[in-house]
Nanobody
Framework: QVQLVESGGGLVQAGGSLRLSCRAT????????MGWYRQAPGKQRELVAT???????TYADAVKGRLTISRDSGKNTIYLQMNNLKLDDTAVYYC?????????WGQGTQVTVSS
């Protein structure tokens, strides 16, 4: 059974920073993609950033240059460093793991950016 546990969310003022973490436990294949998605109130869940086991990254245009995804493969953990946060970044952030047999989602962590 694969599980993802997120941490690091919270309340921050606009322009501030937060760092999210997501640790995967269970059977983790060597070939996989992990990522962060977010869902704001009244909106659909959207991609934020992904990182493959080889380190290839992708970002949504809205976060390029402000949010950085990274991973520690030895710990099966990914991070999302969020800088210069904006009000529009307020959402529940979900960790995702894609493997050969499907996707696993974390429970989500709330990020609230205040003015």
């Amino acid at each position: 059974q694969v599980q993802l546990v997120e941490s690091g969310g919270g309340l921050v003022q606009a322009g501030g920073s937060l760092r999210l973490s997501c640790r995967a436990t269970g059977i983790i294949l060597s070939i996989n993609v992990m990522g962060w998605y977010r869902q704001a109130p009244g909106k659909q869940r959207e991609l934020v950033a992904t990182i493959s086991n080889s380190g290839t990254t992708t970002y949504a245009d809205a976060v390029k240059g402000r949010l950085t995804i990274s991973r520690d493969s030895g710990k099966n953990t990914i991070y999302l460093q969020m800088n210069n946060l904006k009000l529009d970044d307020t959402a529940v952030y979900y960790c995702n793991l894609e493997q050969r047999w499907g996707a696993t989602w974390g429970q989500g962590t709330q990020v609230t950016v205040s003015s």
